[in-house]
């Protein structure tokens, strides 16, 4: 499975971005796919997922902020970004779980300035 990300990039601190994540493979033989960052000397942490039962999880820090969404026909998942913070300045990252595998897109920075 490859993923390649897009929509990063310098934003002023409360702008909004989207990021987009386009699988190679039709997306409905995911067990699960997610956001992650990580930021510079910081642990990569889950942003948001969802599972292939539609269930979706997001982080506390994002919450109300950020809504993970995905087109079927595009093989493509998206995370809408609102009210971005200097705190959100990190790599992001797609992850996809296929049975027993995992899978990672290449990341995409995203720099909130205050």
């Known amino acids: 499975v490859q993923l390649v990300e897009s929509g990063g990039g310098l934003v002023q601190a409360g702008g909004t971005l989207r990021l987009s994540c386009a699988a190679s493979?039709?997306?409905?033989?995911?067990?699960?796919m997610g956001w992650y960052r990580q930021a510079p000397g910081k642990q990569r942490e889950l942003v948001a997922r969802?599972?292939?039962?539609?269930?979706?999880f997001y982080a506390d820090f994002v919450k109300g902020r950020f809504t993970f969404s995905r087109d079927n026909a595009k093989n493509t998942v998206y995370l809408q970004m609102n009210s971005l913070k200097p705190e959100d300045t990190a790599v992001y990252y797609c992850?996809?779980?296929?049975?027993?595998?995992?899978?990672w897109g290449q990341g995409t920075q995203v720099t909130v300035s205050s």
């Open positions: 992850n996809v779980v296929q049975l027993n595998w995992e899978y």
């Open positions: 969802i599972t292939s039962g539609r269930s979706t």
């Open positions: 493979e039709s997306i409905f033989s995911f067990n699960s």
